[in-house]
C-alpha cells in the first residue's frame, strides 16, 4: 500500500463509528511508519553496496595488495628467505637488506603509504621511512637488478 492509500484509508469511512476507529488510525498510522522505516533502510543498505562497490573497484583498479604480495615474493627468492622472516622480527643484516629492498619497490612500485606498508610488513611506518631512505645507500646493483628481473618473471 502507497502513502495516499493509507492516507485516504485513514481518513476515509470504513473505521467503525462506535469508537474503535481510532485503533485503527493508530493501527494504520504505525503501519505507515514502518513502512516508511523499511524504505529508509533499504535506501541505506543499496548506499552501502554502492559505496563497496565503489571501494573493491578503486582497490581491483589500483591493484595495490596483490603486487605488494609479488614484490614479497620476487624479494625472498632472489635473498634465498621466507616471506615469513620478511615480515618477522628478526635484525640479521642478511634479512634486514632485503626488508628494506622490499619496502622501497612497495614504496615505488605501488604507492602504499607508509602505514599501510607498515602494516603488511609488521612495522611501525617511520621503520618504513627509515628503510626507504636508507635503501639506496645500502643496496647493492646487482640484488636490484635481479629482484626486477624476478618481478618481471612473476608478472608475466
Known amino acids: 500500500m502507497n502513502e495516499k492509500a493509507i492516507a485516504a484509508a485513514l481518513d476515509g469511512g470504513f473505521f467503525r463509528i462506535d469508537g474503535t476507529d ?23 543498505i543499496a548506499a552501502l553496496l554502492e559505496e563497496t562497490a565503489r571501494r573493491v573497484e578503486n582497490l581491483r583498479k589500483q591493484n595495490l595488495i596483490p603486487m605488494a604480495s ?18 618477522g622480527r628478526s635484525r640479521k643484516a642478511r634479512l634486514v637488506t632485503a626488508r628494506k629492498h622490499a619496502s622501497y619497490l612497495m614504496r615505488q612500485r605501488t604507492g602504499m ?10 612495522r611501525d611506518h ?3 621511512l627509515y ?15 635481479e629482484v626486477e628481473q624476478e618481478l618481471k618473471r612473476i608478472t608475466k
Do not use: W
Open 70 to 87: 609479488l614484490i614479497l615474493c620476487a624479494v625472498s627468492t632472489v635473498y634465498g628467505i621466507e616471506i615469513m622472516h620478511l615480515t
Open 22 to 44: 481510532a485503533y485503527y488510525k493508530r493501527r494504520m498510522a504505525a503501519k505507515l511508519k514502518a513502512a516508511q522505516a523499511a524504505e529508509r533502510e533499504q535506501r541505506r
Open 113 to 122: 603509504s607508509l602505514p599501510r606498508i607498515g602494516r603488511l610488513m609488521n
Open 126 to 128: 617511520t621503520t618504513i
Open 131 to 145: 628503510e626507504v631512505r636508507t635503501f639506496l645507500a645500502e643496496a647493492d646493483s646487482q640484488k636490484i637488478t
